[in-house]
Every structure is written in structure tokens, then in C-alpha cells.
């Protein structure tokens, strides 16, 4: 089991574009979290899903924000226009079942200029 | 979901136990306990989780007060890999919203 899988680990980029952030999840894994961590604001949740369907986008920041997952292995969060602000590190994370522990992956670092 | 108080930070000697405390006296009896760990530029590590019994597996043992009002995780030999920030968390285990506080820093010296 490789774990949850996020890409790139590290992405440096300009304002104003975008950017997309990758996800695999740990196969058989029901459940996806995004979440994001900042030296201010800690971990916050941005997104989850449950078999694909987004269940809960509270805590996606604005529009510039949208997240997706197009089958079971694979999900994306992406930023259009990137802002400085924006600038964290993103995790994802999967769970097998409703209330089982989260495993999160290593993050990618993002900063934008 | 309950809110939880750790202390800031602390320190543990090499070899010894390290014991995490943790308070949330707002819990409701269907809210479970979870602990969590994030080593440096790692994602979150779950380590343990108990509703009212004290749970024990082979990261960690968790204490858990009569009251449910506080709990304490306990690291029985810590190593210097321990050296992380260790969360706590209460949550509805029926609901996949983990909330994350500021956590304890924990630093293992040798």
C-alpha cells in the first residue's frame, strides 16, 4: 500500500495563475479530504467526498476554488487566479469508512508570488 | 464537535513515558476522542481514538477520565522520532469532519 498519493510536492508559481493540485487516494477508500495549513490558521478542511460526490464544500475558501474527483483514484483541488494568500500547504486525505481514521498524504507546498 | 485545550508545548527525556494531556470538557457522550501527530513537512498520523474506555495499541495508550471531561495519551518509551505536534480532537465519530486545534509540541530530548 503506497498511501495517499499527492502531486507535485512542491509548486512555485505567479499571481494570476493557475494552479492545480493531485490526489490518489489509498484504493478501496470511500471518503476524500482536502485540507489546507498555514502557520496562521493551522489545518483547516476545505472539502470532502464520499464515493466521488462532494459532501461538504464549507470550507472552500471563494470561487477561485473548485475541487474535483472524476473516479475513485483521483482527485484534483485547483486555484484560477492564484493569489499570494493562497500560498499553504495543501494535504490530502482518505478514509475506508464513515468515522475510520483519516490518512493523509505528504502535502504539496505551495507558494505563490 | 467538543473543543479541546492542550498545552502549547512540551518536553520528554529519551526513554521515558511522555503523557499528552488533553481537556474537553464540552464533549457529548456520543463524541469520540482522536489523537493525531504531525512530524516535521509530514502529513497527519492518526495514532489513536477511544469514546469512554481507555484504548491501548502499539503507538500509544489513551487515558480517558471518568468524566470524559479530559484524556491523556501516553507515549509509554518515547524515542526522538516522537518529536512532533500531537492533537487532539473530539468529534461526532458518525461525522467525517475532523477539526484540527493548534496541537501540543512535543520534543523529545536525548
Known amino acids: 500500500d503506497a498511501g495517499v498519493i499527492q502531486s507535485p510536492r512542491h509548486e512555485v508559481t505567479e499571481m494570476g495563475q493557475e494552479v492545480t493540485l493531485r490526489c490518489k487516494p489509498i484504493?478501496?477508500?470511500?471518503?476524500l479530504f482536502w485540507y489546507r495549513q498555514t502557520m496562521m490558521r493551522g489545518l483547516e478542511l476545505l472539502i470532502y467526498f464520499n464515493n466521488n460526490v462532494p459532501i461538504d464544500d464549507s470550507g472552500m475558501p471563494e470561487d477561485r476554488f473548485s475541487a474535483k474527483m472524476p473516479n475513485a483514484s483521483f482527485s484534483t483541488l485547483k486555484i484560477q487566479p492564484s493569489e499570494p494568500r493562497d500560498s499553504a500547504v495543501y494535504f490530502c486525505a482518505s478514509s475506508s469508512v464513515y468515522g475510520s481514521p483519516l490518512h493523509f498524504g505528504n502535502g504539496t507546498r505551495l507558494t505563490v508570488t | 464537535d467538543a473543543k479541546t485545550t492542550q498545552p502549547t508545548s512540551m518536553d520528554c527525556a529519551e526513554g521515558r513515558a511522555a503523557n499528552l494531556p488533553c481537556n474537553h470538557s464540552t464533549i457529548s457522550g456520543n463524541e469520540y476522542v482522536y489523537w493525531y501527530r504531525q512530524i516535521h513537512s509530514q502529513g497527519p498520523q492518526y495514532i489513536i481514538h477511544g469514546l469512554k474506555n481507555n484504548e491501548t495499541n502499539e503507538m500509544a495508550s489513551l487515558i480517558i477520565t471518568e468524566d470524559r471531561k479530559s484524556s491523556t495519551l501516553i507515549l509509554p518509551h518515547a524515542t526522538l522520532r516522537d518529536t512532533a505536534v500531537y492533537y487532539c480532537i473530539g468529534n461526532n465519530q458518525g461525522a467525517q469532519k475532523l477539526v484540527f486545534g493548534q496541537g501540543t509540541r512535543l520534543t523529545i530530548n536525548p
Open positions: 484504493s478501496g477508500h470511500d471518503y
